[in-house]
């Protein structure tokens, strides 16, 4: 079992950055594969980065190559996504979710745990 908790969210101007981290609780950590999600009003969840297990390779959406960035650290048992580059259109509520595999994985329902989300606006 693994608990999630996000933080690093806040309000940036368009073209700005900011830093997410999810730090985890659970002995296991390091063989989880870790994503990112994100979330508007009014639409669904949607993936934004993946991570597999080791770290050893990384997935994006195709609306956030190029600016984002996710790590992970399993010493720290921690993984972070660095957001360059922002647009308006990536407000959202952002969570980290985490699932016991070796593979990667987008959709929302592979994934087992979740954490409560950390809120992003980019103003214009």
């Known amino acids: 079992q693994v608990q999630l908790v996000e933080s690093g969210g806040g309000l940036v101007q368009a073209g700005g950055s900011l830093r997410l981290s999810c730090a985890a609780s659970?002995?296991?950590?390091?063989?989880?594969?870790m994503g990112w999600f994100r979330q508007a009003p009014g639409k669904e969840r949607e993936f934004v980065a993946a991570?597999?297990?080791?770290?050893?390779?990384?997935y994006y959406a195709d609306s956030v190559k190029g600016r984002f960035t996710i790590s992970r650290d399993n010493a720290k048992s921690t993984v972070s996504q660095q957001m360059n580059s922002l647009k308006p259109e990536d407000t959202a509520v952002y969570y980290c979710?985490?699932?016991?595999?070796?593979?990667?994985?987008?959709?929302?329902?592979?994934?087992?745990?979740w954490g409560q989300g950390t809120q992003v606006t980019v103003s214009s």
């Open positions: 659970g002995r296991t950590f390091s063989r989880y594969a």
């Open positions: 991570i597999t297990w080791n770290g050893g390779s990384t």
């Open positions: 979710a985490a699932r016991r595999g070796s593979s990667w994985y987008r959709e929302w329902n592979d994934y087992d745990y």
